[in-house]
């Protein structure tokens, strides 16, 4: 399986960008896909997951209320609307998919893309 997500690009802070990441193939019934970033010089964060169950994890902090996951079953592709962006959310942006554990760590997910680079102008 191979996730890419796409869908990055420049924009001025307030302004929003929709993220997708799409599934090479089938994913084999694991539909619990995360989204991540990574700033310069940071470690790579956890935003937000869609479940095993189909549910939806609590969003990072530093996104609630400005960010929205959503999927498209029939194309395989999951997506994060982000809204009123900041400059702090400048990153590269990755999708993954849960393989067990916690869904808030990283550790826990495999089948990185390559990310998707969001620049939010101030």
């Known amino acids: 399986v191979q996730l890419q997500a796409s869908g990055g690009g420049l924009v001025q802070a307030g302004g929003s960008l929709r993220l997708s990441c799409a599934a090479s193939?089938?994913?084999?019934?694991?539909?619990?896909l995360g989204w991540f970033r990574q700033a310069p010089g940071k470690d790579r964060e956890f935003l937000v997951a869609?479940?095993?169950?189909?549910?939806?994890?609590d969003y990072a902090d530093s996104v609630k209320g400005r960010f929205t996951i959503s999927r498209d079953n029939a194309k395989n592709t999951v997506y994060l609307q982000m809204n009123s962006l900041k400059p702090e959310d400048t990153a590269v942006y990755y999708c993954?998919?849960?393989?067990?554990?916690?869904?808030?760590?990283?550790?826990?997910?495999?089948?990185w893309g390559q990310g998707t680079l969001v620049t939010v102008s101030s």
């Open positions: 869609f479940t095993w169950t189909g549910g939806i994890t």
């Open positions: 193939e089938r994913t084999w019934g694991n539909n619990a």
């Open positions: 993954a998919m849960f393989m067990g554990g916690s869904y808030y760590s990283v550790r826990d997910y495999d089948y």
